[in-house]
């Protein structure tokens, strides 16, 4: 059985994100370092936990974006994964995710995997749309936000908990091949091993030139960012530790909270 | 045809979900930037009764689509029921709740009808002639508009943004028609209820939440220290310590977990991501600790403090004994602030 995990090159932190002054552009910090993206991380585990149960199971991990987006597939190679794939895409601050999904599709497409697995969304843009739409582009079944799933010995069907709101779990039972987004904590996402890193950094990882896949064109832009409005107070506590801390004593107090 | 604002309507287990009222109002707001009709279609087995309860809430026609076999909500029964009834059919702007029924099947539809989507929508704004859409980026970090290229656009509403319209003066009419399930590769089997939430949470007039930035399962000791200096106080978390294990899940605020409102909510480094957020807005007072000046919590709090909790926490503690703070459960002391 073949699964293809998607994973997602995002900053490692968001202080490298600032705004330029007019206020039309994101700016990111070209000495920002990188690293894969959380959701990504529990969907690269638990391909490995179905290749550990299914004897036979390979693991494709594929990313797509600029040369340093390559550093999220070997990391998935870190962790065990078989093979890795870098689809080679500008750089940009906002990729619309139909291009996204197009360039997954095209490469999955007759490529018979049977189980692709995605984060249920990425932690910078926090859409969750790439799953959804390659698995509509590739006429796979999609279920979203799973925080169990159990394939069936014969490979034929995936038994599936989807988190609701309010702590609610839907049920599920969805044929293969499909398509299902992993929402955090359905495991725990085992570090790379000191063998499988230095696999990883020596191995070839198919590289293929998002233009050879033929992307649409983007169907939405971003424009005018901005620093969000604040819904309160907001107040900033200046001075040392210790003045901080006596300032906010003071001020519940004053509001009777203490 | 004319170009229309389609609304999806959200229910579960026999009821109309209040998003879907809240959607109404985001069509208002859009309806304000585009002259459009607004009709609401909503699917289920036994559309009738729910289809009446939403045209009762405003001037919108609702197609009731009466589904054999969907007696839940099945993503890839709407996904295909709603393709079929959307291509072609002339809408502008297809309008879905930010939900876990809403991302799954919304952006897969926009895709069959190759369509613009933008998910987790908090805002419409005039962009020249057209609308545009507000959301979040880096966790909250940055708000971008977001500009559709094509139409049409489908569009997932954040719950908790727009207010429902006022009770209408006339109500829509509900018109039925009917769609066959679809055979398919997903069948729904059974919804499980959440465990008993936490009562202590739930009732807490005080909740101290502990998110990644405690760095460590031994620093909760200090979480746990700071919350007794309360009466009715609980300590709670963001999904990632959750997921962690170092607190239980029903300890866990946000989208997927616990909602509170306690008169006092300290977020102790939390980012601010918007699903934790989404769990503790109706706080009455907000207090952020977190070394990220530009973290996102810090717009959702009243008072924000920079610093790193492993250092201000104890001195906070070691200040708030100072002042004589009344201890929990206590008479106050002579704090000396009236």
């Known amino acids: 059985m073949e699964i293809l995990v998607c994973v997602k090159q995002v900053l490692e932190s968001w202080d490298s994100v600032g705004i330029d002054i007019p206020g039309s552009r994101i700016l990111i910090d070209p000495s920002a370092s990188y690293r894969m993206n959380l959701f990504d991380e529990f969907a690269v585990e638990e391909a490995l936990l179905i290749r550990e149960?299914?004897?036979?199971?390979?693991?494709?991990?594929?990313?797509?974006?600029?040369?340093?987006?390559?550093?999220?597939?070997?990391?998935?190679?870190?962790m065990g994964a078989d093979r890795g794939i870098h689809i080679v895409a500008r750089e940009e601050t906002y990729t619309d995710p139909f291009v996204i999904s197009s360039l997954i599709a095209r490469y999955a497409e007759g490529r018979q995997y049977r189980l692709i697995l995605t984060g249920v969304m990425a932690e910078d843009d926090l859409q969750g749309m790439v799953g959804p739409m390659t698995a509509q582009l590739l006429s796979l079944p999609c279920a979203t936000a799973a925080v169990r799933e159990r394939i069936s010995e014969d490979?034929?069907?995936?038994?599936?908990?989807?988190?609701?709101?309010?702590?609610?779990?839907?049920?599920?039972?969805?044929?293969?091949?499909?398509?299902?987004?992993i929402q955090s904590g359905i495991?725990?996402?085992?570090?790379?091993?000191?063998?499988?890193?230095?696999?990883?950094?020596?191995?070839?990882?198919?590289?293929?030139?998002?233009d050879a896949l033929c992307p649409p064109e983007n169907r939405q832009e971003v424009i005018r960012p901005a620093l969000p409005e604040k819904s309160r107070a907001a107040l900033f506590l200046e001075g040392t530790t210790e003045e901080k801390a006596k300032g906010l004593v003071a001020i519940l107090q004053q509001a009777h909270l203490l | 045809m004319k170009p229309s604002i389609i609304l999806i309507a959200e229910h579960f287990q026999g009821r109309l979900m209040p998003v879907t009222f809240e959607l109404m109002g985001f069509a208002g707001e859009l309806r304000k930037l585009v002259q459009m009709d607004i009709r609401m279609i909503l699917l289920a087995d036994r559309p009738q009764r729910l289809a009446e309860e939403a045209a009762g809430a405003a001037e919108v026609d609702i197609a009731a689509v009466q589904v054999p076999g969907l007696s839940a909500y099945n993503g890839e029964a709407y996904l295909h029921i709603l393709k079929g009834l959307l291509h072609g059919a002339g809408a502008s702007y297809i309008c879905v709740p930010h939900t876990s029924q809403g991302w799954d099947f919304a952006p897969g539809l926009a895709a069959a009808l190759r369509a613009a989507c933008i998910t987790d929508v908090q805002a419409v704004e005039p962009d020249g002639e057209r609308p545009c859409f507000v959301r979040a980026l880096y966790g909250g970090k940055v708000a971008a508009r977001v500009r559709p290229n094509t139409e049409p656009t489908v569009v997932t509403v954040r719950p908790g943004c727009f207010r429902p319209p006022a009770r209408p003066i006339s109500t829509g009419t509900v018109i039925v028609t009917k769609a066959a399930f679809p055979p398919g590769m997903m069948q729904a089997m059974r919804i499980r209820p959440p465990e008993a939430g936490d009562p202590g949470l739930s009732q807490a007039r005080v909740v101290v939440a502990a998110g990644k930035?405690?760095?460590?399962?031994?620093?909760?000791?200090?979480?746990?220290?700071?919350?007794?200096?309360?009466?009715?106080?609980?300590?709670?978390?963001?999904?990632?310590?959750?997921?962690?294990?170092?607190?239980?899940?029903?300890?866990?605020?946000?989208?997927?977990?616990?909602?509170?409102?306690?008169?006092?909510?300290?977020?102790?480094?939390?980012?601010?991501?918007?699903?934790?957020?989404?769990?503790?807005?109706?706080s009455g007072f907000v207090v952020a600790v977190n070394t990220d000046r530009t973290a996102a919590i810090f717009n959702e709090s009243d008072v924000c403090v920079v610093e790193d909790l492993t250092r201000f926490i104890p001195a906070f503690i070691k200040a708030a004994a100072a002042g004589g703070a009344p201890r929990a459960g206590g008479a106050r002391g002579d704090c000396g602030t009236e």
């Open chain 1, 53 to 78: 149960r299914l004897p036979g199971t390979k693991v494709d991990v594929l990313s797509v974006g600029p040369g340093r987006a390559a550093m999220a597939a070997r990391r998935a190679m870190g």
């Open chain 1, 187 to 210: 495991n725990r996402p085992r570090y790379p091993s000191l063998s499988n890193l230095l696999r990883a950094k020596g191995a070839q990882l198919e590289s293929v030139q998002a």
């Open chain 2, 213 to 282: 930035g405690i760095g460590k399962k031994e620093n909760l000791a200090m979480i746990h220290q700071l919350a007794e200096l309360f009466s009715k106080a609980a300590v709670a978390g963001s999904r990632t310590v959750c997921d962690l294990g170092w607190l239980s899940s029903r300890l866990q605020v946000g989208l997927t977990g616990a909602t509170v409102a306690p008169d006092l909510y300290i977020a102790c480094g939390i980012s601010g991501a918007s699903q934790h957020v989404a769990g503790m807005r109706g």
């Open chain 1, 155 to 181: 490979r034929s069907a995936a038994l599936v908990e989807r988190e609701l709101e309010g702590g609610f779990r839907e049920e599920l039972e969805v044929r293969l091949p499909a398509l299902l987004t």
